[in-house]
């Protein structure tokens, strides 16, 4: 079974910048259209970024500009800059696989706070 370990938050001000990384047991970033979300208190999932196993990358537009995901399949790992980071970026962030594809059971994920 494929564990997802996210690191890399942390509390910063509006305007900061953070780069979680997501790491896998396994070699799947190779071969698995991943994503990264975050999830809000007393809000839904969502998706923040996606790539695709070859490696078209795909960004909502409320973050479209200041976050870039990308992954090294060497290491296992993949990352999400986050740039120009607003109060409401406030999450838990998360990775795994995209809706239809192939998914994996939720890490802990990272806290990312920021504040104005």
């Known amino acids: 079974q494929v564990h997802l370990v996210e690191s890399g938050g942390g509390s910063v001000q509006a305007g900061g910048s953070l780069r979680l990384s997501c790491a896998a047991s396994g070699s799947i970033f190779s071969t698995d259209a991943m994503g990264w979300y975050r999830q809000a208190p007393g809000k839904q999932r969502e998706m923040v970024a996606a790539?695709?196993?070859?490696?078209?990358?795909n960004y909502p537009e409320f973050v479209r500009g200041r976050f870039t995901i990308s992954r090294d399949n060497g290491k296992n790992t993949m990352y999400l800059q986050m740039n120009n980071l607003k109060p409401e970026d406030t999450a838990v962030y998360y990775c795994?696989?995209?809706?239809?594809?192939?998914?994996?059971?939720w890490g802990q994920g990272t806290q990312v706070t920021v504040s104005s």
């Open positions: 790539i695709t196993r070859g490696g078209i990358t």
């Open positions: 795994n696989g995209l809706p239809g594809g192939r998914t994996y059971v």
